[in-house]
Structures are given as structure tokens and as C-alpha cells.
């Protein structure tokens, strides 16, 4: 049986090099993490916990047709504006701190990171808040028990 590197060179597998460990790590920059996805945890759980309670404090108003006249309704409400414009403010904070505790060479891109992770958060929890609404609107429809 013919050598196939013989007949077709481009199959030919080029030699290991004979690189040591510390040639590749000072080639080779070291790849800057992201910014902690923590504080971003935590404000997706407080868009949960309003979601949630939205529709637990607002169900009997709901079944009854009066949800939209509750006082409760108005605190649900703030607290989603609330929730939305510190989404933005708390990008920023994480930003700010992870930048002062890098060295110079590894902020690039923090500022993008953290400002994709508060945008991620702040609209999976906006949907979760309007899913809780749509909830509501199916109980005061008598939809839902």
C-alpha cells in the first residue's frame, strides 16, 4: 500500500514544534476576562422577585376586574421603571470597579462586557415582568382560576 503523504502532499501533517511553555505563554497574551456576572445575577433576581409578587399581591384584584385601579398596581409599575433605568447604572458601577482592579493591558472590552450583561439581564427580566402582566390581564379575562 502506497505512503498517502507520498501522493498527496497536501494531507501531509506539518512537525510538532519544539516550543517550550514559556515561549507560547510570552507569545501569547493573556486573554482579559469579563466583568463578574454576580451583580447582574442578583438584579435578574429582583426583576423575578417583582414579577413574582406582581402577580401573587395582584391576583384577587385581578379575578375581581380591578387590577388597573389597585394601589399596588402603581408600586409594580415604579418598580419596573426602577428596575429598568438602573440596569444601565449598575453597568457602569461594575465596569468602574472591575477597571480600577485590571491591569492597563486587560480592560479592553470590559466596558462592552458589562454593558451586554446589563442589557441581558434588564431585558430577560422586562419580559418576565410583562409575562407576569400578561398573567394578571388572563385572570382579570377569567381565563385563569
Known amino acids: 500500500m502506497p505512503d498517502v503523504t507520498e ?14 511553555a514559556e515561549q507560547v505563554t510570552e507569545t501569547q497574551a493573556p486573554a482579559a476576562g469579563g466583568v463578574s456576572w454576580v451583580p447582574f445575577a442578583v438584579y435578574l433576581l429582583a426583576w423575578i422577585v417583582l414579577a413574582t409578587g406582581t402577580v401573587l399581591l395582584l391576583r384577587e384584584s ?3 376586574g380591578t387590577v388597573l385601579w389597585a394601589d399596588r398596581y402603581a408600586y409594580t409599575v415604579y418598580g419596573g421603571v426602577t428596575l429598568a433605568i438602573l440596569a444601565p447604572i449598575i453597568s457602569c458601577v461594575v465596569w468602574v470597579v472591575t477597571r480600577a482592579r485590571r491591569q492597563p493591558e ?17 431585558f430577560l427580566g ?3 415582568w410583562l409575562l407576569a402582566l400578561y398573567v394578571l390581564d388572563l385572570y382579570r379575562m377569567g381565563l385563569l382560576g
Do not use: D, K, N, Y
Request: charged share 5%.
Open 62 to 64: 385581578a379575578v375581581a
Open 106 to 122: 486587560q480592560r479592553q472590552g470590559l466596558f462592552v462586557s458589562a454593558l451586554l450583561l446589563g442589557a441581558s439581564a434588564s
Open 126 to 128: 422586562a419580559a418576565l
Open 7 to 20: 501522493e498527496h502532499p497536501i494531507l501531509a501533517l506539518p512537525a510538532p514544534s519544539a516550543q517550550t
